[in-house]
């Protein structure tokens, strides 16, 4: 089978389409035909970042993705031939305090498909049973593949970590990107009052669409200064952080007493100054957020099957133009998802 793989750690010069062994299936798998994969900022670093001295070349990633069941492993009933499924790409095992407590996402071994283990960059993958979800007719497979990591994500930091409730300031850095456009949408459905960073007039329309109330450009000048202004001094009530260092400064600043930073991401790097003042004189809360557990991430694809989230697709490339879908995503022109489709041209 075709799949966009790597040899060695680097940037999207380094994605090819390479012929790689189609995997077997075991009792408890389903194979499915991948119909479209999702890329995600993670698929960045999981390139750039990939240890020569521990991953088995060629490497493939992609964790959202979306197709049809080829073939069931025998202990498999609940799922047949032809059905139209997505996948939930977190590996856990099942076994430990953490998931036995129903927080896989904190599992000892914890994992994501197209990390610790080839992901769906390829024309057929094969995933526990247990993690894969029928899809309705009404999505499409691109849209299907625009959502599972970034939504379970955003969910779990806003909704479970971060608590947000009716009313509230959140400001929700890197609104851009494909959980940046998710939890726009999801504090919209919880009652917030959504103020989002983006990085282009283009993009702020955008965001506008997906419900921010203000939208913050980050390339005219000082928007922290803007933030003051538009809350009028007093900050926000919840800061959606995935920059990292370059804001994480800034961010805890713009923090009400009382107001928790959430953050799931580092794209600007993982070391961050922190003035311990402000955590302790203002009772701010710093929260960690990965991924979700199985039932925020059924609760949230339901919303999506219902309508009332909706995947945002930025662009949908050809595995032939892997590299180029990846250059895509690196340049940050997009807003939402940058997908590879099996069916495009």
Not at 24 to 32: A, K, M, N, T
Not at 282 to 309: D, P, Y
Request: hydrophobic share 40%; with cysteine; proline share 4%.
């Amino acid at each position: 089978m075709k799949a966009a793989v790597f040899f060695q750690p680097g940037g999207p010069e380094q994605i090819q389409i390479a012929e790689v062994p189609r995997p077997d299936v075991g009792p408890d798998q389903v194979l499915i035909e991948v119909k479209a994969c999702a890329l995600n900022h993670f698929d960045l670093l999981v390139l750039r970042e990939a240890n020569p001295d521990s991953t088995v070349f060629p490497f493939w990633g992609g964790a959202d993705i979306a197709g049809i069941i080829a073939e069931v492993g025998s202990s498999v009933a609940k799922f047949k031939n032809g059905d139209r499924v997505t996948v939930n790409p977190s590996l856990y095992c099942g076994d430990c305090e953490h998931c036995i407590g129903g927080q896989e996402s904190q599992c000892d071994d914890y994992g994501i498909t197209g990390d610790s283990i080839p992901g769906g960059m390829a024309e057929f993958i094969s995933v526990n049973a247990r993690d894969v979800m029928l899809l309705p007719e009404t999505l499409s497979f691109e849209e299907a593949a625009a959502a599972p990591l970034v939504y379970q994500t955003a969910w779990r930091a806003l909704m479970s970590q971060a608590q947000i409730r009716a009313g509230e300031d959140v400001l929700i850095l890197g609104a851009s990107g494909g959980v940046g456009s998710a939890s726009i949408q999801i504090a919209k459905l919880a009652g917030a009052n959504v103020i989002a960073v983006t990085s282009s007039t283009e993009k702020e329309a955008y965001a506008r669409q997906m419900g921010a109330d203000h939208v913050l450009n980050r390339t005219k000048g000082d928007y922290w200064s803007e933030l003051a202004a538009l809350t009028n001094n007093r900050g926000v009530d919840v800061v959606v952080e995935n920059t990292g260092a370059a804001t994480w400064s800034d961010s805890l600043e713009s923090l009400v007493k009382g107001g928790r930073l959430v953050t799931y991401g580092r794209t600007t790097g993982s070391i961050a100054e922190t003035d311990i003042r402000l955590i302790f004189w203002h009772h701010l809360r710093i929260i960690g957020s990965t991924m979700a557990n199985r039932k925020e991430f059924a609760q949230v694809m339901r919303l999506i099957f219902k309508g009332k989230l909706k995947p945002v697709v930025d662009s949908v490339y050809p595995l032939q133009q892997a590299g180029r879908a990846y250059q895509h995503l690196l340049n940050g022109e997009h807003f939402g998802k940058v997908v590879i489709s099996m069916e495009a041209e």
